[in-house]
Structures are given as structure tokens and as C-alpha cells.
């Protein structure tokens, strides 16, 4: 079955580029252009498309009226194409609080009108999850969402107040997040360490949106800090990060990636060093994400002794990161999104 697409942006050099790229994957057909948010609202409509791909800055109406618009009249996916500028980071924010399910960074130093080559994969790849998963959720029964059939409940009590949390997220991350911190408090007596796949201009202002909406304190880290107890961390984007120091002292840092480290930050290397420092008493997380990033994390921390979580299908953007994990039979529990904070305040015994 064809994808179809709606691109809507103001450049004309830049809706050609992005349908010559589009046309590179036969399983996509673009359906359709506007060149503002109040004309996109009006095709999005009319046209019913599977997936749109919206810019933020455009006359007549901004990108993120638009989604809002369209999330409430004609609901699609809809992927923000987004400069690697703290301004764009800020912008592709609010369209996310908006309704946009995701964002898709345009390659730093290239132009509005340009989208590099090498980006083209990963886009189509990623129109393709984003149809994929709104064709399921249309086959899908209207009853609230469970636990797979099958899944093992969260256990209780299984992590002291020596321990730590690492979650691992990637596409459908952000919102997770924010579902899922809004359900913690201040008091919880673990530090939690994220590793959301981001460009590196956007966890400092995702980390201060959510301090300012969460319960719990939500910081970007830094190298060398102590990681206290109520405190989310998220790992600044383009490094990776890691645990050490010892049992119920942990400090956060920095690795710089090398060549073939292809997520930054890497799930993997976060779930590797905890598994490392607090062995047992580190629970793992995998979220919603396009690929396999926390699979081999996950494995060694099951290796030593660990607890390893993951998002259920139902409630996941892309159905990739924790399906992997699942798949591996490295899962202890799989679980609704809804469930997940709670899950979290009755693991500290």
C-alpha cells in the first residue's frame, strides 16, 4: 500500500527537493503541496493524507497553528522539518505540545532550500513507520489499551534506594517523556538518566521545558555532576553518556562518539555503564523508537543482574527500539505507557 504524503512549506526549491526525494522510495507518493499552514489545514482535509511533512516558519499561518488545526479538525501524523538552531529546537517543541507526532532535523549548514542526500533514507524510512503505525492504530479495536497478553507484570520492591533508572527513547520520545516524569515526584528517591536521541541544540531547551511542567527536577547533564535522587538527567544530544562511580553515588560523563556510533546518545552505552556501576540495583527502560538502540545495553544488564522494562506496541510511536528488546527475550515487563510511572514508584523497596 502507497504512503501518501502531504508536503507543506513555503519554499518552492525546497517542496521540489523534498518530492524528488520523497519519489527515491517507491512505497511513497506525495498527494499534495501547500505553501502555508491555512492552506495546509484546507488540503490536510481534503486530501487525507497518510503522513504530513510541515515546516514552522510560513506567512498566512505558522507551522505550529497549523498542526494545532489540523490535530483538531483532521488529525495525521505530522513530521516537523526543523533547523539545528535552539530557536528551531524551541519552535519544534511547541508544534510537538501541538500534536506533531515527530521531527526531522535539516542537516547543520545546509540551506532551507536544500535537504542533503544523505538524509534520504532515514526520511523515508521514518514517513513510512509514522503511516505504518496510523494504519494500525485505525485497525485497532476501540477498548482501552492493556498489557500484551502474555506479559509479565511489573515486580515491586526490586531496586533500593541505592539505584538508578536509565531510559533509553528515540521517535515518540519527547511525549513519552512528559507522560511519563509528569507521574513522578519530587521525592522519588532514584536519580533517572535519558537518553533520547536528539541533535545536540535541542536537550537543553527540552530538558528546561520540561523542569518547568514536571514534578521532578529535569536538568541537561554535565560532565563530572553528581547525580542526585528526584532529578532527571537528560544527556546532552550528540555525545553519549555514561554512569560511574559507585553504588548510590553516581556522577555523570561525556564520551565523545566514534565512527559507527550512530545513535547520539546511545541507549546502549547508557545501559552498559549502569549495568557496570549499580549492576542489580539499575532498572532500564526502552521507549518508543525507530531501530534496535538498548538492545545490547539491556543484555548486559540483565548479565548483571538488572531489571530491564519496555513500552508495549499499543502505546509506542515506532514500534522498533522495544520491540527489539522484547524480541531478545531481555524484558522483564512490558507495559502501557499510562502504567509506566507507577510501575516506577513501586520498584524502590
Not at 88 to 94: F, K, Q, R, S, V
Request: aromatic fraction near 4%; include cysteine.
Amino acid at each position: 500500500m502507497t504512503v501518501k504524503i502531504l508536503i507543506v512549506d513555503d519554499s518552492v526549491f525546497f517542496r521540489r527537493a523534498l518530492r524528488e526525494l520523497i519519489a527515491t522510495d517507491e512505497r511513497l507518493s506525495v498527494i499534495g503541496e501547500a505553501a502555508n499552514g491555512r492552506e495546509a489545514i484546507l488540503k490536510a482535509c481534503q486530501l487525507k493524507p497518510d503522513v504530513i511533512t510541515m515546516d514552522v516558519e510560513m506567512p498566512v499561518m505558522d507551522g505550529i497553528s497549523a498542526v494545532r488545526e489540523i490535530m483538531g479538525r483532521c488529525p495525521a501524523p505530522i513530521l516537523m522539518l526543523s533547523s539545528l538552531t535552539q530557536t528551531g529546537a524551541i519552535a519544534t517543541l511547541d508544534a510537538l505540545d501541538a500534536g506533531a507526532v515527530d521531527f526531522f532535523p535539516k542537516s547543520q549548514g545546509e540551506q532551507k532550500d536544500h535537504l542533503g542526500a544523505s538524509s534520504a533514507r532515514l526520511l523515508t524510512t521514518r514517513l513510512r513507520m509514522l503511516a505504518l503505525r496510523r494504519q494500525r492504530l485505525a485497525m485497532a479495536p476501540a477498548e482501552p489499551v492493556r498489557a500484551p497478553s502474555g506479559a509479565a507484570a511489573p515486580k515491586s520492591d526490586i531496586l533500593s534506594r541505592r539505584g538508578i533508572v536509565v531510559i533509553g527513547s528515540s521517535t515518540g520520545g519527547p511525549a513519552a517523556l512528559q507522560a511519563i516524569l509528569q507521574g513522578i515526584p519530587a521525592s522519588f528517591p532514584l536519580p533517572i538518566v535519558i537518553a533520547q536521541h536528539m541533535p545536540a541544540s535541542f536537550t537543553g531547551p527540552f530538558a528546561n521545558r520540561l523542569n518547568e511542567s514536571m514534578p521532578i527536577q529535569v536538568v541537561e547533564a554535565q560532565q563530572g555532576i553528581a547525580l542526585q535522587p528526584g532529578c532527571a538527567y537528560i544527556i546532552p544530544g550528540g555525545k553519549h553518556g555514561e554512569i560511574h562511580g559507585r553504588l548510590g553515588a553516581y556522577v555523570f560523563s561525556e564520551r565523545q562518539p566514534v565512527a559507527g556510533e550512530n545513535f547520539r546518545p546511545s541507549a546502549n552505552i547508557l545501559l552498559q555503564s549502569a549495568a557496570t556501576v549499580a549492576g542489580g540495583d539499575a532498572l532500564g527502560l526502552i521507549l518508543t523508537g525507530m531501530g534496535d538502540d538498548g538492545t545490547e545495553g539491556a543484555r548486559a544488564l540483565r548479565a548483571a543482574g538488572g531489571t530491564v522494562w519496555a513500552q508495549d506496541q499499543a502505546t509506542s510511536v515506532i514500534y522498533g527500539m522495544p520491540a527489539a528488546v522484547a524480541k531478545a527475550g531481555l524484558t522483564q515487563a512490558i507495559l502501557p505507557l499510562g502504567e509506566i510511572s507507577g510501575a516506577l514508584m513501586r520498584c524502590v523497596r
